[in-house]
């Protein structure tokens, strides 16, 4: 089966919803101005309760340092995913100093926006391609699927951007990502998970 990454997780029964239905990640939303921002004492604690084999992944949008210290110290991170306007270079640096795991989300919306993507397969361990929108993710926006058609990268990637359990089959039939992530796709409002959206998307991803 793909693996599968719910993000924006924030309650404890959402958590167990996407671990007992197969989640390999969880997302925690560590950047404020989201719905789905979790603070990191908060988020502490969640993530002490993820079961062996869930990896939490804190998502940052354009962080300095200090912030990055200051949650990676309180909660138990077992990957970054950076979500901004990171270059190689800063990507690089944030390895480097927290020697922790990066994904690099990288907006999509025509062919042109992958012309950098090697630079960033340097980099970063895993790459996740999501909607060009303006703001960062989230959005339940998706892109043309077929951008990405026949592409190979040589580190692992996921799909993400307007996912829901209606369209993953046919994302998965259209791509083969080595994961998919959803965020809104599994919400009943904005910020709020829906644990049978969570099970309806985990079923259909094991169909597709």
């Known amino acids: 089966m793909t693996d599968v990454k719910i993000c924006g997780i924030s309650d404890p029964s959402h958590l167990d919803c996407a671990a007992k239905g197969g989640a390999r990640f969880i997302g925690l939303v560590f950047y404020p101005p989201s719905s789905r921002y979790i603070d990191p004492e908060q988020a502490r604690i969640l993530a002490r309760t993820a079961p062996t084999g869930v ?9 300095d340092n200090a912030t990055l210290d200051r949650t990676v110290s309180a909660v138990p991170i077992d990957m970054i995913q ?19 795991p990066v994904i690099k989300a990288i907006p999509v919306a025509q ?6 993507i090697a630079d960033y397969e340097q980099v970063s361990d895993w790459l996740l391609f ?23 990268f040589s580190r692992p990637w996921m799909l ?18 080595d994961a998919v992530d959803v965020s809104s796709g599994v919400e009943s409002a904005p910020g709020i998970k829906d644990c049978s959206k969570i099970s ?9």
């Open 200 to 208: 309806e998307f985990l079923q259909a991803v094991r169909q597709a």
């Open 130 to 152: 999501d909607a060009k929108t303006p703001q960062f993710g989230g959005s339940g926006q998706s892109f043309d699927w077929k951008i990405l058609q026949n592409r190979k």
């Open 160 to 177: 993400s951007g307007g996912l829901h359990a209606g369209n993953v089959k046919e994302a998965l039939s259209t791509l083969s990502p």
């Open 111 to 116: 062919q042109s926006d992958l012309d950098g």
């Open 82 to 100: 950076l979500h901004g306007h990171e270059d190689p270079v800063r990507v690089a640096e944030i390895k480097s100093v927290f020697h922790i």
């Open 55 to 63: 990896r939490t992944v804190g998502l940052f949008v354009n962080p």
